[in-house]
């Protein structure tokens, strides 16, 4: 039901566009959000935002870099990812989470009810 596209290669210092596409049936979340998994490494969050209100929440390795939209008619969420580093290298992952959450379990994957197959972000140095 979810749908990620948009990774790809970049060099270092530049900018890529993911976008999330939720599909299919009546299809209610409260929360939406992106992680990474970079190789050898554990899957993080990058960002949420809760669909009602617009609020969003960034870890703090993305910050002042990464920005999260959404487009509630589209169904759609995008993350501009600008000043790419090294290591942003990933398979990025949109999620949804049905039930509301707060800040301290937008971190869990457990917490997400759907994710999407994942797209390749590489970042050349």
């Known amino acids: 039901q979810l749908q990620a596209s948009g990774g790809g290669l970049v060099q270092d210092g530049g900018s890529l566009r993911l976008s999330c596409v939720a599909s299919?049936?009546?299809?209610?979340?409260?929360?939406m959000a992106w992680f990474r998994q970079a190789p050898g490494k554990d899957r993080e969050l990058v960002g949420a935002?809760?669909?009602?209100?617009?609020?969003?929440y960034y870890a703090d390795s993305v910050k002042g870099r990464f920005t999260i939209s959404r487009d509630n008619g589209k169904r759609m969420m995008d993350l501009q990812m600008n000043s790419l580093k090294p290591e942003d290298t990933a398979v990025y992952y949109c999620?949804?989470?049905?039930?509301?959450?707060?800040?301290?379990?937008?971190?869990?994957?457990?917490?997400?009810?759907?994710w999407g197959q994942g797209t390749l972000v590489t970042v050349s140095s």
């Open positions: 999620a949804a989470a049905d039930a509301p959450l707060i800040v301290s379990t937008m971190r869990l994957q457990s917490a997400y009810n759907y």
């Open positions: 299919g049936r009546t299809f209610s979340r409260s929360v």
């Open positions: 935002i809760r669909w009602s209100s617009g609020s969003i």
